[in-house]
C-alpha cells in the first residue's frame, strides 16, 4: 500500500505527512503480536494489527479509559480500505462482535466513550446500555459540515460516554472551560461577582457541559492536521483523558487512525496503547508520538485552561506556528542502518 502522499502544498499549509524515507524509518517502531502479551510488552505502543485479529491476545482489566472512534456506519474509504454501510442491524452485530469482547480489557472502574454520527447514535446507545452504564451523551461542533439544498446542514457528531461501574474516575476541575464575559457583573462594594480580571480580559471557568462548540476541527494551517479522513482534534481528547483518566492512568484507542489519541495521552501524562491496522497511519501516528516530546502544546488548551474558540493567549502563535524543517534522524531507516553497524 502506498504511503500517504506528499502533493504540492501551499506555504503555510502545516498537514503532516509521510516521506518514504520516513515510513521505512517508523515501521521497526510499530508491534505486532502473535499470541497474549503482558501490559509492559504493548505500553506506550501502537500496534499494527486489525483489533479483531489481536483481540483475544490483549491483557485483562489493564485499561482506565476507553475511546472508540470506529467507522461509522458509511460507506468510507481509509487509505485504499473501505468500509461499507450496512444495514442497522448488521452494523450492530459488527459492532457488538468486537466490543462485548473488549470490555475484558477494562478495569471495574474505568470509563468509555464511543464516537458517533446521528445515524449510528442509536444502534450504539442500545449496545451500551445493555453492558455498561450510560452516563451522557456529548454533542460537539463539528463546523466542517457541508451545506445542503434539500436538509439542514450537518456539522456535529455525538460522543456517548458510559462507565462500568458506578465507581469511576471524573475530574471536573481539570476540565472546566474558561469563557469570555460580556457583561461582567460587581457586587455592592465593586467586586467582580464569579469572575476574573485578567490580560485576556474578563473571564469566568464554567463547568463542562456536554454540548462542546470550542473545538476545532484540525485544518491545513495546525500542525497536528493529517490527511486522514476522520481525524479527531487534540483538544476533544485532552478533554476526555483529563476528565476520566487518572494521571499516568492507562488510554487505549483500538481505532487508532493517526495517533490523536495515543499524542495527546502523551502530553497529558498518561499510558496509551492504540491499535491501527493501516501500516501507513501507524507510522504517521509515530511521527507525531516523536514530536510529542519536544512539543506539548495542544491548540486552545494553554496554562492548563480549555478556552473558548479562537480566545486562548497566544494562539495565533500556537495556531501557526512553523514545523520543524529537519527530519529527524529516528525517521531515517539509512541512520537507524548506520547506528546498528
Not at 117 to 123: E, F, K, L, M
Request: glycine content about 6%; aromatic content about 10%; hydrophobic content about 35%.
Amino acid at each position: 500500500m502506498k504511503p500517504p502522499t506528499n502533493n504540492y502544498r501551499a506555504p503555510r499549509n502545516r498537514t503532516l505527512t509521510l516521506t518514504e524515507q520516513e515510513r521505512l524509518g517508523l515501521l521497526p517502531r510499530l508491534v505486532r503480536l502473535s499470541g497474549p502479551v503482558e501490559f509492559d510488552g504493548i505500553q506506550n505502543r501502537t500496534i499494527n494489527q486489525n483489533l479483531t485479529d489481536v483481540l483475544g491476545w490483549l491483557p485483562a482489566q489493564f485499561v482506565d479509559l476507553l475511546f472508540l472512534d470506529p467507522p461509522y456506519n458509511l460507506t468510507k474509504t481509509y487509505n485504499g480500505s473501505t468500509f461499507s454501510k450496512q444495514a442497522a442491524s448488521e452494523y450492530r452485530t459488527w459492532f457488538e462482535s468486537w466490543f462485548v469482547p473488549l470490555l475484558r480489557t477494562l478495569k471495574s472502574n474505568a470509563s468509555v466513550y464511543v464516537c458517533a454520527d446521528w445515524r449510528s447514535a442509536g444502534v450504539i446507545q442500545s449496545v451500551l446500555e445493555t453492558h455498561l452504564k450510560v452516563r451522557s451523551r456529548i454533542t460537539w461542533e463539528r463546523e466542517k459540515g457541508r451545506g445542503a439544498r434539500m436538509n439542514w446542514k450537518n456539522c456535529v457528531e455525538d460522543i456517548w460516554f458510559g462507565t462500568v461501574s458506578d465507581d469511576y474516575y471524573f475530574d471536573v476541575d481539570a476540565v472546566k472551560l474558561r469563557r469570555r464575559v460580556i457583561a461582567p457583573y460587581r457586587d455592592s462594594e465593586g467586586r467582580p461577582r464569579d469572575w476574573t480580571a485578567s490580560p485576556a480580559g474578563s473571564t469566568r471557568d464554567t463547568h463542562p457541559s456536554n454540548i462542546w462548540t470550542d473545538v476545532t476541527v484540525p485544518f491545513w494551517s495546525m500542525p497536528e492536521n493529517t490527511d486522514h479522513p476522520t481525524q479527531k482534534p487534540e483538544k476533544l481528547l485532552a478533554k476526555i483523558i483529563l476528565a476520566s483518566s487518572p494521571s499516568d492512568g492507562v488510554v487505549l484507542d483500538p481505532f487508532l487512525g493517526s495517533g490523536t489519541t495515543s499524542v495527546v495521552a502523551k502530553k497529558i501524562g498518561r499510558r496509551y496503547v492504540g491499535i491501527e491496522q493501516d501500516p501507513d497511519y501507524c507510522c504517521l501516528a509515530e511521527k507525531r508520538l516523536v514530536l510529542a516530546e519536544s512539543d506539548h502544546t495542544i491548540q486552545g488548551y494553554v496554562g492548563g485552561v480549555f478556552w473558548e474558540r479562537n480566545s486562548a493567549p497566544a494562539a495565533r502563535q500556537v495556531l501557526f506556528r512553523e514545523q520543524p524543517a529537519d527530519v529527524p534522524l529516528l525517521f531515517d531507516a539509512r541512520a537507524r542502518e548506520k547506528s546498528d553497524e
